[in-house]
């Protein structure tokens, strides 16, 4: 199993990235995958996840904000942030998750830095 994420780095607060994540190794169009991010000195959080099927959630800080999707025939999943700010800034994982769960991971990426800072 290989995850590996793309698209960090630095942005100006109100601007916009996109994270990309290659996923090898598995059967990826049937598994849920998430994103979660680690700011320093804080826990792993969840940010968004995408089930197999299509179907999305996302935490309530980044709600209409981010947009998560999957492109099955390229095996990657990407997230697109918008109207970022410096609390956004943090290390962003791209993870498998649980079929059901898209909180508890099985396997996670080594993370792409996001840092939000004028």
């Known amino acids: 199993v290989q995850l590996v994420e793309s698209g960090g780095g630095l942005v100006q607060p109100g601007g916009s990235l996109r994270l990309s994540c290659a996923a090898s190794g598995f059967a990826f169009s049937k598994s849920a995958m998430s994103w979660a991010r680690q700011a320093p000195g804080k826990e792993l959080e969840f940010v968004s996840g995408?089930?197999?099927?299509?179907?999305?959630h996302y935490a309530d800080s980044v709600k209409g904000r981010f947009t998560v999707s999957r492109d099955n025939a390229k095996n990657t999943v990407n997230l697109q942030m918008n109207s970022l700010t410096p609390e956004d800034t943090a290390v962003y994982y791209c993870a498998r998750a649980n079929s059901f769960n898209l909180y508890e991971y099985t396997f996670r990426g080594q993370g792409t830095q996001v840092t939000v800072s004028s």
């Open positions: 995408i089930y197999s099927d299509g179907g999305t």
